[in-house]
């Protein structure tokens, strides 16, 4: 994976002609698109050029929801590192903004998060004007190439027009490095009980929590992660929040961890962990490993910081390093998951982290009346729909073998399978259209692990032109893949694999507007 960190030769020139004094430089604004590529999609956010990779800075403020993400705006390729960033009042309808972060002498501006500091505690605030500040990993090319194990060091910048324009902290870095060489993608978050703010880093493959008055001087007070979790490849992008277990008082502390490499199906994945934090110390009995998503590509997802309902709202990078910087592009590349709820749910002594979207991803729905359709012990249901690929499918269905497909004229398809006997659930992207594109991309069936079901299971199925999302009872599981038909899903079959009849309930097929046309 470091091979995307190769130095580029223009990197010297992108950083002298990128000061931040052309943050206001603009990029044109999405809604004068109508984004009609292929595989552009139409209800997720794309960078408008360019690469895009992690969410960043995700953090409510003054009406808007801010979305920064890793992007890099001269290729489609992985490059030094800067942050976009876009604004949305409901998470769905994204307004492209300036470029926010540029990098600098001090490095590339990695992967972070943002926090509004309403008791203005780092001293940025003017004029009474609340300083949102931002808080990234500086990667140092010169210092990684010269062999090194001290290139990353944490800084920040702050803004007092909700996110318009930055400036860097001038005591940058406020954490730099002993010889820790993945050390990065501080999470930082307000910590009412002790009055002061948390962050959480990655240390190559485990956590590192540090604690700050005043964002700019911080303390180490723990490390979690050592002796436990998946370990396939360094931990990235962390997340640490407190969430209520659905229908009780309880409260519990949820650790999200990205891993480059080792997840179920293949490359990067994020796993959680169900614990406490006591103000110093995260702590987890959990043994096992949870998934927070089993498709190939929901990597590097963090939740917002200061949302107004204190809901906690999630958005993933759609993709894998496994071939991401492969997949079929034009002239950008990349797009994140739909925004999705998280929430925390436990069944038999297990916690579960729930996901699943928002409802204003659901108000770009055309509402249609569910129909019953029985389907005959080894028959199959088929509809034909020119909108299928942009499109939301819903039904309930027994739990019991069945394949939908979905399919187009060129006879590409895209099947999920419910296989009973060994309660998984498959997703097959290996005929879904072009995969030549890298070997790792469509080479397996992907699966989900299910326990705990209930006889009857709910789904809510999202195609966007190039990609999936499939949710399972209100999002208990989920699996979301990326898929390149070279043209739209039109048809679909739902087929009934088990030896009694069933009947598929409420099923819906419900085209999807598009967030670009309808502006
Ligand atoms: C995750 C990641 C982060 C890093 C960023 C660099 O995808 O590797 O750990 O900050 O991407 O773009």
């Not at 926010?100 to 926090?115: E, I, T, W, Y």
Request: hydrophobic residues 35%.
């Amino acid at each position: 994976m470091c091979a995307r960190w190769i130095p580029l030769v223009i990197f010297m020139v992108v950083i002298a002609c990128n000061s931040e004094t052309r943050s206001k430089e603009g990029i044109e604004v999405a809604t004068t698109k109508t984004y009609q590529e292929l595989h552009r999609p139409q209800y997720h956010f794309t960078p408008d050029s360019g690469w895009m990779n992690d969410p960043n800075g995700l953090v409510y403020n003054d009406g808007v929801y801010h979305l920064f993400y890793q992007y890099y705006p001269h290729a489609t390729v992985w490059g030094p590192m800067h942050w976009g960033h876009a604004v949305s009042t409901d998470m769905v309808r994204w307004e492209h903004k300036p470029i926010a972060l540029f990098p600098d002498g001090k490095g590339l501006v990695f992967s972070g998060s943002a926090v509004v500091d309403k008791n203005n505690t780092s001293g940025f605030g003017m004029d009474g004007k609340v300083p949102l500040v931002a808080i990234f990993t500086y990667h140092n090319m010169q210092g990684e190439k010269s062999g090194g194990n001290t290139f990353q060091t944490q800084g920040i910048a702050y803004s007092l027009d909700n996110g318009d324009t930055w400036k860097k902290y001038d005591g940058n870095p406020v954490i730099g490095n002993t010889g820790i060489r993945d050390l990065r993608d501080p999470k930082v978050f307000w910590h009412k009980d002790s009055q002061s703010w948390i962050m959480v880093l990655v240390a190559g493959d485990f956590v590192k929590l540090y604690r700050s008055k005043n964002l700019k001087e911080w303390d180490n007070i723990s490390d979690f992660g050592k002796n436990q979790g998946a370990k396939g490849g360094v931990w990235e992008c962390p997340d640490l929040f407190k969430m209520k277990v659905e229908g009780s008082e309880e409260e519990k502390w949820v650790l999200i961890i990205s891993i480059g490499n080792g997840a179920p199906n293949g490359g990067s994945g994020t796993q959680y962990f169900v614990g406490d934090f006591d103000g110093t110390t995260f702590t987890s009995k959990q043994m096992d490993y949870k998934w927070l998503d089993w498709g190939t590509d929901n990597y590097a997802g963090v939740t917002y910081n200061n949302t107004p309902n204190g809901e906690r709202l999630f958005i993933g990078w759609m993709s894998n390093w496994q071939y991401a910087l492969n997949t079929p592009a034009t002239t950008w590349r990349s797009a994140m998951t739909l925004p999705r709820k998280l929430s925390l749910k436990k069944s038999n002594d297990a916690y579960v982290l729930y996901n699943y979207p928002l409802s204003s991803v659901d108000d770009l729905m055309a509402t249609s009346k569910g129909e019953t359709v029985s389907i005959p012990a080894g028959e199959a249901h088929e509809t034909s729909n020119p909108l299928l690929g942009e499109s939301n499918i819903s039904f309930s269905v027994p739990a019991k073998d069945f394949k939908l497909t979905f399919s187009n004229l060129a006879g590409e398809k895209t099947v999920l399978i419910l296989d009973s006997a060994s309660s998984l659930l498959m997703l097959d992207r290996t005929s879904s259209g072009t995969r030549d594109f890298n070997y790792e991309f469509g080479n397996k069936l992907h699966y989900a692990a299910l326990k705990e079901v209930s006889d009857n299971l709910g789904f809510s199925i999202y195609l966007d032109r190039s990609s999936i999302e499939v949710f399972v009872n209100g999002g208990q599981y989920a699996m979301t893949d990326q898929l390149f038909p070279s043209q739209p899903y039109t048809q679909l079959s739902i087929e009934n694999l088990s030896s009694n009849d069933f009947q598929i309930r409420d099923l819906k097929i419900n085209a999807m507007q598009s967030v670009w046309k309808s502006n």
